[in-house]
């Protein structure tokens, strides 16, 4: 296992400290060029600030030249701009976005690129947030260009600008809404996805990753054509994952971090390496995401092995091989198969396994592939092959196209016995920590496990493509089996489980010959044996787990699943009686011995794994309920009617979409939105249809009839046309109708020209209070269109207005608005409300650091009076005081969350008390700059492992506790 903590080697360091001592240096000439110019060389942008919205989606600025009037100075606590050196010129952006634009155009961004006229100059711009730095460009490039996530509401950003080299330059800054293709809505609340693609998520828990390495990107054997392209919009929706999470390397790691680039990724909670399938989350170490050296590696095969099975697979890697990783990967809705290489030496029966790796197959539906021990031990008592819930495997000698070397096609002696599979032992992949190319031979289970995980995302893959399946693994309430695919298969639903998943795989492994093993090659595969005919499964259990298409297991996969028409195959009884005692012996020892098992006296019922000669489950699905409803039974010609079908329901909580069929030949295909409205254009009876499909094909109708009267001729002709907008006051909001209007045209757009609008004739405005939940808690007459109402709580509500013209005529406009409490100081309604500050050393929090916390803005509710303040610092430390400011001193680097919890007392009653708590923003603190050593860099290789050793010389190595399976 990696060490406690990552050391930069001695020549790294050197390489960055010289790095860093020429950029100070280059800095100290700016500053100095900047005081013999007798200021800073910096000045106001024209204009200093802008209004970014959805009707005026670019701004421009201009600045710089030859003049010497300073911008104004930065503000205390600015991260960027430093007083008394080179003053920044600052760009103040006014964003102001609706309520809800965030969740309907969640990969909008705003992308800011500066450019100057002079070569020789040098611009750094970033970001800056409410203080905090939340996109930058700081590079020698001409033009500096960044993008952050568009967001919503009102906000106010910093465009700040620092000339990194003092040469009078004039520059333009272009800022610009970049409006994307939105994503697919996505509900994680159930356990899966329901964005529209097919795909395959496999997690590596592991060591570091080498994002920078060809073998993952585009040109490489795995994607000799173009780029790979698996990590599509809606996977990185799934993730979280926004474009300033979107890390794009260069070929040069030291260039990277200068320009910083990975200061960036270490922001992300998840980041995706752009040109690759890799998504990836760091546990926070001294180099987040990337091996420590050339001796950490292992996560880069893992890895590589899993991709060389399945290209075409996501990868979720999770550096760190803690409980935190594995049960992230176990619980995150969006992960369908996880892989783990490591464990404790020699299989001893300790207590415990992995974090949440039950539930993880057996609530969540997962697959979880652990590596079996590299030593002959017995694989039941192992915690991470041994669980029976999960895939157990050992190793195999098996010669890949790839390469350069024959193998034995022999059973690996020094490897995991009774397992479920075996699969590769030794690979050809990439194992380097920032290089660009190259392979070596790598050796363990460490690489057959992973292998194994890709193979069966394979099979996933494809099924999933035959049947229709979109997103991630689905939990229906009430199930206990989670379905891994669904769709339609021949017209009829169609889907199965992961306990199916492997049932299939246990027909389709497959066995080697007694005549493939090759004598000579099994001696130098460090003992490779030839597989008995006999009793094949007394060395490979069920058999070998392979993507080779030479051996056909993916595609004899496929037809025990029943997706593939094809032989299915068949194990004889021997396989099932050994292999149906290995997985009893296994249940015997995790659900009664085991005491630190998730199934320690609480086997699961029903039983879930499927043994061979038991019946296979049979896949169910019910069809969802259309439920419609109708604004109005009754409406006049030109009235607009809205058809709601937010009722229905399925069953199985599949995702459902809608299609609304009005007689007047209309119709609003299949969509994600459950309301559609209509304007009639002459009189008649109507019938309008809802038809709801669920995410197998299965669907049902419900029917409404709507009657239209009146003419569209006459002085009364006209369409009503509705408007609202909103503004937010805390809880209270007004609502404003009066731009509506009327028009000869029911079509919207052909009433842009304010000609062709007119008044309406003594309008009734009939505004509708909706909540979250679409209920209406509320409805109000108006006839002025301008209604003030207060809402109950903070929250997001839908509301709408329905306006009628005295001909009758009616239309409706929705809109969403969210509400927030409301805090009035000074006034009756004021509430008791802590506030915290912090104030420090940003530019130099090293520890010790001392921190003064100010609570001192705390508000106070008339006839209250604070009695107490009691300080959290974060690092485990607090303190109850009566005075607002305390001093505090951080011993220790970390990033901490203080907050303040107040004690009010009312002044006529000491026994009436109220309590308020707040947070400040986060306290970074540091370690000072550790000076280079005389210590040489570990040299440069595979690393040690089990797999290549005797077992005697593993003996002391095991008293030392875990570490990684491999060679």
């Not at 194992?431 to 289970?445: A, F």
């Not at 927030?820 to 130099?844: C, K, M």
Request: some cysteine; overall charge negative.
């Amino acid at each position: 296992m990696r060490a406690e903590s990552k050391l930069v080697s001695q020549q790294r360091y050197l390489e960055m400290a010289e790095f860093f001592s020429m950029r100070a240096t280059r800095f100290a000439l700016v500053v100095m060029s900047g005081l013999a110019m007798g200021s800073a060389h910096a000045f106001a942008p024209t204009p200093a600030d802008g209004e970014l919205s959805v009707g005026s989606p670019a701004v421009t600025f201009t600045g710089g030249g030859d003049g010497v009037v300073p911008n104004v100075s930065p503000t205390a606590g600015d991260p960027v701009c430093v007083t008394n050196t080179v003053d920044c010129d600052v760009f103040t952006l006014n964003i102001s976005l609706p309520a809800d634009y965030a969740a309907t155009q969640a990969n909008d961004t705003i992308k800011v690129d500066v450019s100057w006229d002079v070569a020789e100059a040098d611009y750094d711009i970033y970001a800056v947030e409410n203080g905090e730095v939340i996109a930058s460009a700081a590079s020698a490039a001409n033009p500096e260009v960044f993008e952050f996530p568009a967001g919503q509401g009102e906000r106010t950003i910093e465009i700040q600008l620092v000339p990194f080299l003092p040469v009078a330059a004039t520059y333009t800054g272009n800022v610009t809404l970049e409006v994307k293709e939105p994503a697919a809505p996505t509900d994680l609340s159930e356990g899966g996805s329901v964005g529209g693609d097919t795909r395959v998520v496999v997690s590596v828990i592991d060591t570091g990753i080498n994002p920078y390495h060809s073998y993952f990107r585009a040109g490489s054997r795995l994607y000799p054509g173009s780029a790979p392209d698996s990590v599509t919009t809606n996977v990185k929706a799934e993730f979280g994952i926004g474009p300033a999470c979107e890390i794009t390397l260069s070929d040069d790691y030291d260039a990277d971090v200068a320009k910083g680039v990975w200061a960036a990724a270490e922001a992300c909670d998840l980041v995706w390496f752009t040109g690759t399938n890799i998504i990836a989350r760091s546990s926070g170490d001294a180099r987040p995401y990337l091996p420590n050296d050339n001796d950490d590696t292992h996560g880069v095969g893992v890895t590589a092995s899993v991709l060389t099975a399945n290209p075409e697979a996501v990868i979720l890697f999770l550096e760190g091989t803690g409980a935190a990783s594995e049960t992230f990967a176990m619980n995150h809705p969006s992960v369908d198969m996880v892989t783990t290489s490591y464990g404790p030496i020699g299989s001893a029966p300790l207590p415990g396994n992995l974090g949440d790796s039950f539930k993880g197959t057996y609530h969540n539906g997962k697959l979880h592939f652990g590596a079996c021990d590299n030593s002959p031990a017995l694989a039941q008592p192992d915690s991470t092959c041994g669980p029976w819930w999960s895939i157990g495997v050992a190793g195999f000698e098996e010669t890949q196209d790839n390469e350069e070397f024959e193998a034995s096609e022999g059973r690996q002696l020094s490897s995991g016995s009774f397992p479920d599979f075996v699969a590769d032992f030794a690979q050809t992949l990439p194992y380097c920590d920032v290089c660009t190319s190259g392979t070596q031979s790598v050796r363990g289970t460490s690489f057959s496990t992973p292998r194994s995980a890709g193979s069966a995302s394979r099979i996933l893959l494809e099924a999933r493509r035959a049947i229709g399946h979109v997103g991630s693994i689905h939990i229906r309430p009430g199930d206990d089996r989670p379905i891994m695919a669904q769709g339609q298969l021949d017209g009829a639903p169609f889907g199965f489980t992961n306990w199916q998943l492997r049932r299939a795989m246990e027909l389709a492994a497959y066995v080697p010959g007694f005549e493939e093993y090759d004598p000579i090659n099994g001696v130098f595969d460090e003992v490779a044996y030839p597989v008995n005919p006999v009793a094949p499964w007394l060395s490979i259990s069920w058999g070998v787990i392979t993507p080779d298409t030479e051996h056909g297991f993916v595609g004899l996969s496929l037809n025990a699943l029943g997706i593939a028409d094809g032989p299915v195959p068949e194990k004889a009884q021997d396989y099932c009686d050994f292999n149906n005692s290995n997985i009893d012996a296994r249940k015997f020892y995790w659900d009664n011995v085991n005491i630190g098992s998730e199934t320690f006296g609480n086997p699961p019922s029903p039983e879930p794994y499927l043994y061979c000669n038991s019946p296979q489950p049979t896949y169910t699905n019910n069809p969802p309920q259309a439920v419609l409803s109708l604004s109005d039974a009754e409406l006049t010609v030109g009235s607009t009617m809205i058809a709601d079908g937010g009722a229905s329901s399925d069953p199985e909580s599949d995702r459902l979409t809608y299609r609304f069929d009005i007689s007047d030949g209309t119709v609003r295909e299949d969509s994600s939105d459950a309301m559609a409205s209509h304007a009639f254009t002459a009189p008649g009876t109507y019938q309008v249809t809802l038809t709801v499909t669920d995410a197998v094909g299965q669907s049902s109708s419900a029917v409404e009839n709507v009657t239209v009267t009146g003419s569209s001729t006459g002085p009364s002709a006209g369409f009503v046309h509705a408007a609202l907008d909103s503004t937010v006051n805390g809880q209270t909001v007004t609502f404003d109708a009066r731009a509506s209007f009327k028009c000869d045209s029911f079509r919207s757009e052909e009433c842009t020209d304010p000609a062709t609008q007119r008044a309406l004739s003594n309008p009734v405005f009939e505004f509708f209070f909706r909540d979250d939940t679409g209920d209406i808690t509320a409805s109000m007459l108006d006839d002025d269109g301008l209604i003030d109402y207060t809402y109950g709580a903070a929250g997001t509500f839908r509301p709408f207005v329905v306006v009628r013209d005295a001909n009758g005529n009616s239309d409706a406009a929705q809109t969403t608005v969210t509400t927030e409490l409301d805090i009035v100081v000074n006034g009756p309604e004021v509430q008791n409300a802590a506030r915290l500050t912090a104030d420090y050393d940003r530019n130099s929090p090293v520890v010790p650091l001392q921190v003064i916390f100010d609570a001192s803005q705390t508000v106070v509710r008339d006839g209250f009076e604070i009695t107490s303040y009691t300080f959290d610092f974060g690092d485990g430390n607090a303190v109850t005081t009566a005075s607002a400011t305390v001093q505090h001193t951080y011993v220790a680097a970390g990033s901490y969350s203080p907050s303040v919890e107040v004690l009010f007392t009312e002044s006529d009653d000491t026994n009436n008390t109220e309590t308020s708590s707040a947070k400040s923003q986060l306290v970074q603190a540091t370690e000072a700059s550790a000076p280079a050593t005389g210590s040489s860099a570990a040299p440069v290789g595979v690393g040690g492992g089990s797999g290549g050793l005797g077992w005697l010389t593993l003996l002391p190595l095991a008293i030392a506790g875990l570490r990684r399976r491999s060679v």
